[in-house]
């Protein structure tokens, strides 16, 4: 088992997967977990607020930018990771496995981390297309497990907190020709190559081992050597290499004619030594540029082409670029994605019963309105875009009661907390709450056209709210009940 542990480790050698590839990839990884971590609890506040929480209304399409962002970081994460887990492979394959219980420790943050990283952005991405093939609530888990990752995440960059100051930056790492500078004092599992670290097996060196005994033979075998950097196997001492036209050369000669010269015998063999590099399995440093920006440039192309691909349902630059995004803007009733439709709702029938009416409840005063009465109370139009915690967004001229008049008309203060009910029978969304800050914003609507035309019904119609900076989740379609909390 040991043996084919090492075995792997040597095909697994790579200029790339070296300590400061592995600094470089995880100060990327890092900065998009922290960016999704940050905007995905402002999203979870905004649907969840403490009571003592208010949140700004400017700019109106602040929501819009935090959610695009954080999809964004997050489907930026898959090629990042997978960039990061290619690169300190060689460490996962070390032996022995665990060396001591801080090791074990740090080892089991690592597990952690990984495992938890690939599950959220795995789940993030169903999300994003509305699919969710597991028995827990995902929202719940969603917000949950981004604690458990910025978590393990703290450890393990504490943990390897020498490793990462000294090769943090790439003038330290590489010498004058490009070549990797490893540094053993501290501590990184990833050596040159993942060669040096190891010992010998079965008597021979580790870096014959690598440079012949674990590749196959032939061309693939030859260009594995070449992705790795390491050099053909070297003949048995005392063998001999039949030339063409019959010509034998030996191991310690320069000369390859079968006639004598002054660089035959001991003085050919020194001279022969002293013509080659001191590591034969050291990749030159032109190479190992190569490699590298090889290898970059892949990840940088992946990491562009995902996000370029996507971005363009919450970005209007790039919405021609958008072709693996779960919505498309300007598509829909309206001119308008939709999420839930009034059928999935249940409320076909009674959004469009004659007898509709909205009831307002106030701290002394209670209407009821029919549509005719809530557009004779005056209507205004405010420009604010519906963003979806899905990661799409779309701005959109609305039109309706402001709700700071809706309130007015029951001798509510404007300023006042909200419960919002929906016509709805069941969901998680079929009553909100909305704080002050929204209700006596100007923008907050009681929508009831949406791009000059009646609402859809299944954007809402009868009435819906729209209010600047909410997720669309709270921007409750299909109302039949506002309530001020007392």
Not at 350 to 357: L, N
């Amino acid at each position: 088992m040991r043996r084919v542990l090492l075995d792997a480790r040597a095909v697994m050698a790579s200029p790339n997967r070296n300590a400061r590839s592995a600094v470089v990839w995880g100060r990327l990884l890092g900065i998009a977990f922290v960016v999704c971590f940050g905007t995905g609890v402002y999203s979870h506040l905004l649907q969840d607020p403490l009571p003592w929480m208010r949140f700004p209304t400017r700019p109106t399409q602040l929501y819009q930018f935090t959610q695009g962002l954080h999809i964004t970081a997050g489907i930026a994460i898959i090629p990042l990771l997978l960039a990061k887990l290619n690169v300190v492979m060689p460490a996962l394959a070390q032996v022995p496995p665990v060396r001591g219980v801080l090791h074990l420790l740090e080892r089991l943050s690592i597990a952690v981390l990984v495992s938890a990283s690939i599950v959220q952005v795995g789940t993030g991405l169903l999300n994003t297309y509305q699919w969710y093939p597991w028995p827990f609530p995902f929202r719940q888990v969603h917000y949950a497990m981004s604690y458990l990752i910025i978590g393990s995440l703290v450890v393990h960059i504490a943990s390897k907190l020498p490793v990462i100051a000294r090769y943090w930056r790439a003038r330290d790492a590489h010498d004058a020709e490009g070549r990797f500078v490893a540094d053993p004092t501290v501590g990184s599992e990833l050596l040159p190559d993942g060669r040096e670290a190891r010992p010998a097996v079965g008597g021979r060196p580790a870096a014959e081992q690598t440079a012949g005994g674990a590749y196959p033979r032939g061309l693939t075998g030859r260009l594995l050597r070449w992705v790795d950097g390491a050099a053909a196997p070297a003949a048995p001492a005392g063998a001999a290499e039949t030339r063409p036209g019959g010509q034998v050369r030996g191991l310690g000669t320069a000369n390859t004619s079968a006639e004598p010269s002054l660089g035959d015998g001991a003085g050919g063999a020194e001279a022969g030594r002293a013509s080659r590099p001191e590591h034969d399995d050291a990749l030159p440093g032109p190479r190992q540029r190569i490699a590298r920006r090889g290898f970059v440039a892949g990840v940088t192309a992946a990491t562009v082409g995902v996000v370029a691909l996507t971005a363009g349902q919450s970005n209007r630059l790039l919405e021609p670029l958008n072709v693996f995004g779960a919505r498309q803007r300007h598509i829909g009733p309206d001119d308008l994605p939709v999420n839930r439709t009034a059928r999935a709702a249940g409320v076909l029938a009674t959004a469009t019963a004659a007898d509709w009416t909205l009831t307002v409840v106030g701290p002394d005063v209670t209407r009821t309105f029919s549509r005719a009465e809530l557009v004779a109370l005056g209507t205004a139009t405010a420009d604010l875009p519906i963003s979806c915690v899905e990661g799409w967004s779309q701005v959109a001229s609305w039109r309706g009661v402001r709700m700071r008049d809706l309130l007015a008309s029951v001798q509510a203060d404007p300023a006042s907390p909200l419960r919002i009910t929906s016509l709805e029978k069941s969901g998680g969304y079929r009553v909100t709450e909305m704080g002050p800050e929204y209700a006596s914003d100007p923008t907050t609507l009681l929508a009831l056209e949406v791009n000059g035309k009646t609402l859809d019904l299944d954007h809402g119609f009868p009435a819906r709210v729209i209010a600047p900076g909410r997720p669309g989740v709270l921007q409750t379609k299909w109302i039949g009940k506002i309530e001020v909390i007392r």
